[in-house]
């Protein structure tokens, strides 16, 4: 594999930026948080996914999002704290999951899902939500009964269900990540960033991307991050069914990826 100075690879990429439209390596855009606009430009670029060609790859990584989209963007999986008990599989989604959506169609009829979105800012609609404790350095995700949207009757049943299974106390154990433990694995991931924006297309079924921005980000800082968790910029995200746990991952909204770096310089 050629390698390139960080240098040379920008110059790479905004040779690519010129040339237009360019066809995307995954078969929808519908696909959840599909990767698509950083695989294109990766496939393009002639290397393998997350193997950027400069000597110092390890400090660099490259991520990219479509133009105008709410999806959000992932920065790493974490599972909670404390890990032993594997809260997910063994708490969360047994406990206080509910019915798969395609129960009974493409899963068996008793599976069972635990999706949650989780924001510092608000509560979800079933009373989750995640806690920056700066004093205990960690963030909570905590459960709230009194939070839930019980106008709702599926969620008014479900409700009933964890009172049944569990009861309606605080989670026990209450998962966590430490920010200690975060600074690490996210800080040491993040370091710096080619950061791409992609214009998105359809032409016969098949999704087109136009490159229009290219960010270098230098120094990355934790500081930022824990900001955007409490702002609600950065949020925890849960994708488990009885039959497979998709991970726990911190996720990033669009346009804050720039927030989370002290260098930022805007090539494109």
């Not at 990766?42 to 999806?71: D, F």
């Not at 106008?151 to 605080?170: F, H, K, M, T, Y």
């Amino acid at each position: 594999m050629k390698l390139y100075s960080k240098d040379q690879l920008v110059d790479e990429i905004k040779r690519i930026f010129q040339q237009g439209l360019h066809r995307s390596v995954k078969k929808t855009k519908d696909t959840r948080n599909d990767g698509a606009v950083g695989n294109t430009l990766e496939k393009l670029l002639g290397i393998a996914e997350n193997n950027l060609p400069i000597p110092n790859a390890q400090e660099w990584e490259l991520k990219g999002q479509r133009l105008h989209t709410s999806s959000l963007l992932t920065l790493k999986h974490i599972e909670p704290s404390p890990r032993a008990t594997r809260i997910v599989p063994s708490i969360l989604l047994p406990l206080y999951g509910w019915r798969h959506n395609k129960a009974g169609l493409i899963y068996p009829v008793n599976e069972m899902s635990f999706r949650s979105t989780t924001s510092a800012t608000m509560f979800t609609n079933r009373g989750f939500r995640i806690l920056v404790d700066r004093d205990q350095k960690k963030v909570r995700f905590i459960f709230d009964p009194t939070q839930t949207d019980s106008s709702n009757p599926e969620i008014a049943q479900w409700l009933n269900s964890v009172e049944d299974r569990i009861g309606l106390g605080p989670l026990e154990p209450e998962p966590y990540w430490g920010l200690e433990d975060l600074k690490y694995s996210i800080g040491s991931k993040m370091r710096n960033c080619l950061y791409v924006v992609a214009e998105s297309s359809m032409e016969e079924g098949h999704e087109f991307f136009r490159y229009v921005k290219l960010h270098i980000l230098s120094s990355f800082s934790f500081e930022k991050f824990v900001q955007c968790l409490e702002e609600g910029a950065v949020l925890v995200d849960f994708d488990a069914r009885t039959g497979h746990n998709h991970g726990t991952k911190f996720r990033l909204k669009q346009g804050y990826w720039t927030q989370l770096y002290s260098e930022v310089q805007e090539v494109i």
